[in-house]
Each structure stands twice: as C-alpha cells, then as structure tokens.
C-alpha cells in the first residue's frame, strides 16, 4: 500500500523528516560507538564533542587488557550459540511432530507451550536459584546454557510450527510412498525445505539468548558471566570510565544487531508466535 | 502383477463416515477411473490403497497379500499427485532418483533406470533443472518418471491433470494411455472429468458418498446405467430426465433421454418444444427448449442448426435408447 | 498421512519437548506455591515452618507491595501508550515512498536489539547524566536548568528508556500489518470519497486492530518483569520509587533472604501475569485454526 507523493519537494520534504526521527531514534546508539573512540576526558567534555576530538582504539583495547573482555564475550557466545544448538534439536522433532502428525491434543499443546512463555521469570526465581545453589550450577555454563534453551523453546517450537506448516503435506506423502523411513523424511526432504525457517529461527533466538538480562544477572558472577553481566559490572558508581563502557557496549552490541538487521522480517512471526506475518 | 482387490473397506473421520463400505476387485493391467462428485471421497479411496491413510475397516489385498498393516512404502505402489508434490530442493535427477535411493539400489541400477524413464518421457535434457525451472506439463512427467522407476505393482493417480491447460490436458492424457499401454501396469485414476474417464478407462468407478454405485466398462454405463445418479453423471450434456405423464406411458416413473439421442426437426416430430438458448459450437449445437408440457429440456444436434429464441421445433426421442427407472431411481430392465 | 505408525511416531518426537518444559515451569511453579506457604529463610538454615497465608498476608499488607504494584502499573501503561502510539505514526511513517526507506528502516529497529544493560547504561551516563550527558547539554543550549534524572524523575527515565527500547517492536509489527493492507480496500474508500484521515479512522486503524493488540499483548508480559534496566541503573531507588513487582521480589530472595515472602511476592507476580496471558492465548488458539 505504498503512498506516492504527488509533488517531487513534497517527497524530499517527508524523507528528510523521517530522516531526522529516524536518526534521533538511533542517537543514542550512534553516540555510543562515538563515544567508544573518545578518550575518557574528552568523553564527559562539556559540551559534547561531535567528531572534532582525538579518534582513539585505546578504549577497546584497554577493555581487553583490563577486564578480560573476550572472556565474557566467548561465554555470551557460548551460551546463545549452545541453547540455541540444543533447542533445535529439540523444538525440531517436536514441531515437525506437531506440524505433521497432528493429534487432537496439539493444539492445546501448542498453547499450553505459548503460557509456559508468559509465566514472569520471577515467579520461578526462589526454587530455580535454590536448585541450582544445591546441584552446583550457580554461574556454571551449562547451567544457564540450559535455563536459556528452556526459555526460548516455547518460541523455537512455534516460529518452526509455522513454518513447518507451510510445507505441502504432499511432498512429505510423496516421500513416504519412496519408501523414505521417519528419519530419512527428516533428513532428505524436510530439512532442506525448512532450511530457510530453520536459519531465521536460529537468529532470532541466539538474539535473545545474547540479550537475555534475568537469568544471566541472577545466576552468574563471573565465570559463566555473558556480556550482560559484564556490562552491568560497569554500573558501579566509582569513576566514569563512559569510553570504555561504550567500546566495551559497542563490542557487544554489535554482532547482534548485524544478525538482527538480517533477520528483521522473520522477527514478527518470532515475537507474535505466528499470529501477524 | 498388480491385482488389488478391497473387501468392506471402511473410513471414519471421526464421526465422519466417508466411506462406509466399498468392495472393488481391480484386476491386474486394468485401467480403473474412479468418478463422482466433489467430495464423495474419490481421494479417500486412493489413499487407503495408498497406505497414507489407515482403513477404519475391511480389507485390501494386493496380489492377494492382506496389506492394510503395510507401510505406504511396503505396498509396491507408486503415487502421482494432483500438485505433483515434487522436492523443490532436488534436480529432476535426484527427483526421480529418490525412491531408488531409498530402497538402497546401487549407483548403476539407478542411473540407468533414470535414464530410461527420462527418455520415455522426453525429460533427458532437463536432468539436471529443479521443478522450479519446470513448465507444469514437465512436472507432471518428472512426477510420472518418479512414479515409473519404481516399478510398482501399480499406479495411483489423483487427478494428475487438473493444473494442466486444456490443451495440454490432452496431450497429457495421450501420454498416459500410451504409457499404459506399453509397461501394461495396472493404473488407478481419480478424476473429475468426463473425458478422462470415458476414454483411458477400461473400467469405471463411480461412487457417490463413499459408496458404489455402478462398476463396468465406459460404454456399458454409457448404455445402461443402473440408476439415475449414474445416468446423470456419464455423458455430457446432462441426461433429460422427465418425469410425469409422458413417462408414465412408458411404464418408468422417471424417463432418460439423452441429449444426442434425440432428433430434431422444424416441421414435425413427436414432442413440440420451443428453442429458448442455442449454443453454436460448429459440430454441433446444444439447444435448451422448452417442451410443451414436460418442460426444459436439453437436445444436441450435429451439425451447425440456424435455430435461435422463440424458434418452434419438433423432437423425436430414439426409442430404442430410452432409459427407464423406477421411483427409487433403479434402471429398469425388464421390458 | 495420519496412519497409526505415523500418529506414534509424532507422540514421540514431540513428548521430549513437552515433558522438558514441563519440568521446567511446573515443577519449580509448584515449589514456588509450597514455599510460599513455610516461613524460610536462607539466613535460618533448619527454621522451616508451615505459616499458612501468613507471607501472602505480609507480602500483600507490606507498603513496598502497593509502591511497586503503582510502579508495575506505571511503567507498563505508559510505556504501552508511547510504544503503540509512536508505533502507528513511525509505521504509517514508513509506509510512504521515503528515500532510503530500508536504511533508515534499520536505524530504527536497531535499538530492539540492544542488550537491556547496555541500554540502561547509555542511557544513563551519555544521555540523562546531570553534568556531563547529552540532555544536560541540550537543556543547558537552550537556559534551562538540566534535569538530574535519576533523583528527580527516576520512574520517568525507566519509562524512557524501556519504551525505546519497545518501540521497534511496536513498529515493526504494525508495518507489516499496514503493509499486508489491501491496496484495494484504500481505492475503494478514495473512489467513495474519504479522505486521508478518513481512511485512517475507518479503514487502516480498524486493519490494525489485531496487530495492536497483539502488541499490546506480548508487550504487557515482557514489561510486567522488566528488570535488568532497574538491576543497573537505580537498584529500585531512591526509596521505593523505580521498584517493580519483578524487582521487590528479587530483593526479597537474593538480598533479603526470604524465600517464603519471596515466593508469596513470585506467585503473586504469576497471577498478574496470567490475567493478561489468557487473553492472549485465547486470541493466539482462534488464529491457529485458520
Ligand atoms: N483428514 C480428513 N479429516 C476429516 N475429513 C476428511 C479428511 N479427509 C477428507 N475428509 C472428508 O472426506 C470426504 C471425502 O473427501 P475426499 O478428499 O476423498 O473427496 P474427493 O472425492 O477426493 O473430492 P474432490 O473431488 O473434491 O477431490 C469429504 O467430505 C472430506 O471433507
Ligand atoms: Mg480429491
């Protein structure tokens, strides 16, 4: 339903309008990676300094050097990578049962999954950290690893539902009738069909996996601690080291808002579990 | 061999009684149609011999062997479907390949059975293309070669041609015909249309709501339909059905006329009609009348026929084809 | 293809998914439920005791409940009205024919994938920092008296920055409603006549419905448990002032050690939640037997 403008300047007019909401909204991620490359005198500088201040990568290699940055880094890849890994297997048998063995009972399924999603984390918290204190699994990577894949599951299985359900059942028929076995159906036909909905599920939760700020900040100190934790360590109120806590933001933000950007139109369906496409 | 044979074969949808009970006796390198109206579950049938659905009752054997516990795979049956349910990841190749691949043949076996069926279909030049790159008559043949490398006992069609155009649907249909000619593979087709059906089958199947209503060779339900719902269902046009007066001099509750099978004349004639739409098609034309007290009635005559609205024209059904059936709508026989 | 071998093999393959996630919201729900019934305390190692309703009466009877519900509520609704307002005009916005729309389409859904620390933390030093932020600057540009954020309107700078961090989401979703309009629906309310802001209000605005409230549905659960932008920024504070359910019951378990006050708070937290969660579900379940 694109709108075209009747007058050339009327359109130049509204591009440059939503040009200038467009770059207020994203002022303040443009003013962090800006921030990233300023020295700490001149970060705090008043008033600001737009691109006239000394350009400096010390920030980001003091991050490293101070704080052991890559460590945490590795673990937020670590954790969002391997929950996202293991849920696959997981939300794949269960959503291609769903899809295509459907039983009376599915649907409720389904929904009963979608509520796991809306039960508020703290409602869980006391016995979640009490278990995990007992078995040893307080800021222990598999640990959270495993708190993560529960947590997205519930989406995983939905976003590859719906994409599974877009699959002609004819061509699953097809290759029962060449005698294709369960797994070999799986394998052969339907994976590479769903690659596409596979990846953007892939995405979407190692999105959240990387941002996830509940679980990472109750259940890790330091050595299972993903960037979240590590950028929260940064809200102490001794000293303002605001360009390191932008190289150091930047650093980790950046990966997931590439992946973001490329998986921005599998996102809705993600987010509203199929019901706006 | 491929003789397939159902015996009291039922399916429930849950309460839904789809088919309520159905004996068939296929016989091996028959070419069996199956008929009837949207919804009468033509397609339920195919798939329960298919194995993709579980029969709620009865029996199916093939060659004898009871097989409703059988796996689709098991069954030696090969299925060609309406969208062609190709793999849109694989080539043509790889396609038609599947199947071999999945019954563990070796490389050579499979390379050349590929090659066969592609020449048979003139698909070897297009090998190496996924169907996406495919026109719809040149899936179909991809989804015919996948069916054919199997060498299955038999071959289950469900309304193969109805994505075709209309000329294409012709050549399609030749195809068929001339493939089951020559592997002389029992096949079993589901359509809807009148064509298909009159000219590949040797045998007819006409169902209405899961249920049989006549069995036979085209021209035996052409000639004699054992009820009116057959009656009216084979031919095209319609079959006149009158009822009434006119019917009753003729010992029949309801009187079937088919539309070639009446005369027609501007001068004299046994029933006065008056011409209320005329359809040129050049060979022939249809013409919907009114007849003097029996009411509208459709009549096909060769031949280009100047006729137009309000025309006066007279009708002389063949007396010899005349179909009569009784008031539960049984053809009866007896003279 | 629902043969019996088939329909098997599909209860298999699905139950480990569902048994997993089973476990993991009904059982720990489950004790959550039967703590909240004992008094414990981590500090009083072998003190256990049934208390019946006591923590429930406590919890509920307790001033900080009612400041963090007040707060709870506060947070969601105007955070909802700016993201789902913000959200029809930056995606009405992006309908039109811009130059650079898929550029600047980005720009703007960037910040949803902005980690809640980092965001918490941006916003509060670079941004809203009383001497040395961007706000400060401009307030200063312009003579006024720059806002020390953080002591003097703390529930608005959570507000603020929650929402930018909602707002993508919002517009994203109604794009592509708007998107998915029929072109033909809005010719035929031209050829009868209306005008723009006519077919706003009669033909987009009601299109839009289902996706508003879709919106307005997943947001209110993510934002009812808002935490981590508290955690980093006021740590609930000053007082009670930025404290939410969420938070109140995190200080509860892990500062206070009151597991069963805690899990009174938990519970609690879960009823709020389910309230808006049926709702959902309901018009999720009637989407899928489309
Ligand atoms: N999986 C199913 N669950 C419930 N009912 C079904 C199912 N499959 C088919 N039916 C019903 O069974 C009946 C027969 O369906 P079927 O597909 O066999 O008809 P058909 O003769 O092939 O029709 P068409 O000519 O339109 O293809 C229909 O009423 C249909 O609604
Ligand atoms: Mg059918």
């Known amino acids: 339903m694109e709108k075209t403008f009747k007058s050339p300047l009327k359109h130049i007019a509204f591009s440059v309008f939503a040009w200038l909401v467009g770059l207020m909204i994203f002022f303040p991620i443009f003013w962090m990676v800006l921030t990233s490359f300023k020295s700490e005198l001149d970060a705090i500088s008043m008033p600001p300094m737009f691109f006239d201040f000394d350009w400096t990568l010390a920030n980001y290699v003091e991050v490293q050097a101070r704080s052991n940055y890559f460590k945490f880094a590795m673990n937020s890849v670590v954790l969002s990578v391997g929950s996202t890994l293991i849920g696959l297997v997981f939300a794949v048998t269960c959503a291609w049962a769903m899809a295509f063995s459907p039983t009376k009972r599915t649907k409720n399924a389904l929904l009963w999954m979608l509520s796991t999603k809306m039960m508020p984390p703290v409602g869980v918290l006391v016995p979640i950290y009490l278990v995990f204190r007992d078995w040893g699994l307080l800021d222990n990577r598999f640990g959270i690893m495993m708190v993560l894949f529960l947590m997205n599951l519930p989406i995983m299985v939905w976003m590859l539902y719906t994409y599974f359900k877009e699959i002609p059942k004819d061509i699953l028929e097809a290759a029962r009738m060449d005698g294709a076995t369960m797994p070999k159906e799986i394998l052969f036909v339907l994976l590479p069909m769903a690659v596409p909905g596979i990846a953007s599920t892939m995405l979407l939760n190692i999105i959240l996996a990387w941002n996830e700020a509940f679980w990472t900040l109750n259940l890790t100190t330091s050595d299972a601690a993903p960037l979240t934790a590590f950028i929260a360590s940064y809200s102490s109120p001794e000293g303002l080291f605001w360009a390191k806590l932008s190289a150091a933001s930047t650093m980790a933000v950046a990966p997931i808002l590439i992946i973001g950007w490329f998986s921005q139109k599998q996102l809705v369906r993600g987010l509203t579990f199929g019901a706006v496409k | ?335 | 293809m629902s043969t019996r071998s088939s329909t098997l093999t599909g209860r298999i393959m699905a139950a480990p998914s569902i048994i997993i996630l089973f476990l993991w919201m009904i059982v720990p729900l489950g004790m959550t439920i039967y703590f909240s019934f004992l008094r414990y305390n981590l500090l009083m190692p072998g003190m256990e005791e049934w208390t019946g309703l006591d923590n429930y009466y406590f919890f509920l009877t307790d001033p900080a409940f009612f400041a963090s519900l007040a707060n709870t509520l506060l947070l969601v609704g105007s955070v909802l009205i700016i993201t789902v307002v913000g959200g029809i005009l930056l995606g009405l916005m992006l309908d039109q024919a811009i130059f650079g729309r898929g550029i600047l389409r980005l720009l703007i859904i960037a910040p949803f994938f902005i980690m809640p620390t980092v965001n918490a933390l941006v916003w509060k030093n670079l941004l809203m920092h009383p001497v040395s932020g961007m706000f400060a600057w401009i307030a200063t540009s312009f003579g006024l008296q720059p806002i020390d954020w953080f002591s003097e309107a703390p529930l608005t700078a959570i507000i603020i920055m929650v929402a930018w961090q909602w707002l993508p989401f919002a517009v994203l979703i109604l794009l592509t409603a708007l998107q998915s309009l029929d072109r033909d629906q809005r010719e035929a309310a031209q050829m009868d006549g209306a005008g723009p802001i006519s077919i706003f209000f009669y033909i987009t605005l009601p299109h839009l419905g289902r996706a508003i409230t879709v919106v307005i549905l997943i947001e209110t659960i993510f934002l009812l448990t808002v935490f981590a932008e508290i955690f980093v920024t006021t740590g609930g504070g000053p007082g009670l002032a930025t404290t939410n359910i969420a938070f109140l019951v995190y200080t509860q378990a892990l500062l206070q050690y009151d597991i069963g006050g805690a899990s009174a708070g938990g519970i609690v937290a879960v009823i709020l939640a389910n309230i808006v969660a049926i709702f959902l579900v309901r018009l999720i379940g009637k989407n899928l037997d489309r």
């Not at chain 2, 089951?180 to 007819?204: C, F, G, P, R």
């Not at chain 2, 006119?246 to 088919?258: D, F, P, V």
């Open chain 2, 1 to 335: 061999m491929g003789a397939i044979r159902l015996e009291k074969v039922r399916k429930t949808f849950g309460n839904l009684d789809v088919i309520p009970g159905v004996d068939l006796d296929i016989n091996d390198g028959e070419f069996v149609v199956f008929v009837g109206p949207s919804g009468c579950g033509k397609s339920t049938l195919l798939r329960l011999i298919a194995g993709l659905e579980d029969v709620s009752g009865g029996k199916i054997l093939i060659d004898g062997t009871d097989v409703v516990d059988a796996s689709p795979a098991k069954r030696g049956l090969s299925m060609v479907f309406q969208s062609y349910a190709l793999y849109p990841h694989m080539t043509v190749y790889n396609n038609i390949a599947f199947g071999l691949k999945m019954a563990g043949e070796s490389k050579a076996v499979i390379e050349e059975k590929v090659r066969n069926a592609a020449d048979i279909l003139n698909l070897t030049d297009y090998l190496d293309r996924r169907p996406g790159a495919l026109s719809g008559g040149q899936r179909q043949r991809v989804a015919i070669g996948r069916a054919i490398v199997r060498n299955p006992a038999a071959f289950l069609f469900d309304e193969p041609l109805s994505n075709l155009d209309a000329s294409l649907r012709v050549n399609m249909r030749l195809e068929i015909t001339a493939l089951h000619q020559s592997l002389k593979t029992t096949m079993v087709y589901v359509t809807h249309d009148q064509v298909e059906a009159m000219t590949m089958a040797n045998k007819i199947v006409v169902l209405q709501a899961g249920r049989v209503e006549q069995v036979g060779a085209p021209m035996e339900l052409y000639n004699r339909p054992a009820n009116k719902f057959v009656a009216g269902f084979i031919g095209s046009p319609k079959m006149n059905f009158i009822e009434g007066a006119y019917a009753g001099q003729r010992n029949s509750h309801t009187l079937g006329i088919r539309p070639e099978h009446i005369a027609v004349s501007t001068e004299s004639g046994e029933i006065a009609a008056t011409v209320k739409i005329a359809e040129h098609l050049g060979a022939e034309t249809y013409l919907h009348v009114v007849a003097d007290d029996i009411g509208p009635m459709t009549v096909r005559a060769t031949g280009e026929m100047p006729l137009g609205e309000h025309d006066r024209i007279w009708l002389t059904p063949d007396a010899t084809r005349l179909h009569r059936f009784d008031a539960h709508g049984q053809a009866i026989t007896a003279p």
